[in-house]
């Protein structure tokens, strides 16, 4: 079947067409993007803006109109941390119902950290052990860690790189002062959550995942994106470290100008940057592997896995009542059942979970 899926973040509102079937890989058909960054839209009382709600309503509608268009059966529609922490989040999602008929799911952090681990580790398979798992978005930063497809310990802080943005780094180049005190500020958020991995053991391998990973690592010479997806690509630690002064002492438009960079997260680069660095320093990685599988990757196969358990139980349940039946019929009586006969199993009010 061909899906969609409509992820509202923090920098972007993304659709991703897939053709996508259970027990089959997503093969992405078709991608289209639409910048609205709304973690830097919020006002001083941290709501999203008339304006801003306005913007965001269009897009919507544009994507759903796109995705009508390539043919997919079903959109899932899901919104992350830029619309979960806004003092109008519920205005915001009835509008955005009311104009469109898209009701946004409001992923948790938690959520945006375990759908993005179950992608990463169907990406690299179980023999990639017991995982450690980083991704920067714009308004904030998952880690997940653990042996299964869902994660033994995640955790979301708010330390993405639009929001740090934003909020610490008004200058182009921003002053060394500003940097300065927002690594400090980054290095000690991550701190207070390490303990709770490093009981944990440590992992067999770490793993970076979204734009602004793929980026850094892109400058720090990973193969382009036009190279495919299959093609292995690494971020050292000691190379981030060479490129994080560089980075603070670039103007946006240099950043925009760099290999891989583009000029709509040129200005977030530094922040996303600083929280890389911290991350892999305190959790005592060396390199991260980039993965190309992510959270929307996440919510598809979440959505397979659940037609998958309820095609199962359809057919657990037809072979009880058949025997039933058959039973029933050999001692005289017709077999009958009760009124949930042959009803489908219940929709899955909640694919996130």
Known sequence: MRLGVLDVGS????????????????LPAYSHKAELRLAELLDEHGAIGPGGVDRLVATVADALRVAEDKGAEDVLSFATSAVREAANVESVLARVAQETGV?????????????????????????????????????????????????????SLPLGAGRLTS?????????????????????????????EFARLGPPDLAVGTSKTFKQLARIAGAARSADGLYVQRTLRRGSLEEWVPRLAEMTGQQRAALPGVSEGRARQLLAGALVAEGAMDLFGVEELDICPWALREGVILRKLDLMVNDVARGVRSDVVHGAAGAAGNAAGGNGASGPEDGEPPAAVARWGR
């Open 11 to 26: 920098n972007t509102v993304h659709l991703l067409v897939v053709d996508a079937h259970p027990g089959a890989r997503p």
């Open 103 to 155: 009701r946004l799911t409001v992923l948790s952090g938690e959520d945006e950290s375990r759908l993005t681990f179950l992608a990463v580790r169907r990406w690299f398979g179980w023999s990639a052990g017991r995982l450690l798992v980083l991704d920067i978005g714009g308004g904030s930063l998952e880690v997940g860690y653990g042996m299964d497809e869902y994660p033994d310990a995640a955790v």
């Open 167 to 195: 909020g610490r780094l008004p200058g182009d180049p921003p002053s060394a002062a500003d940097v300065r005190s927002l690594r400090r500020d980054v290095r000690a958020e991550i701190a207070r959550t390490v303990a």
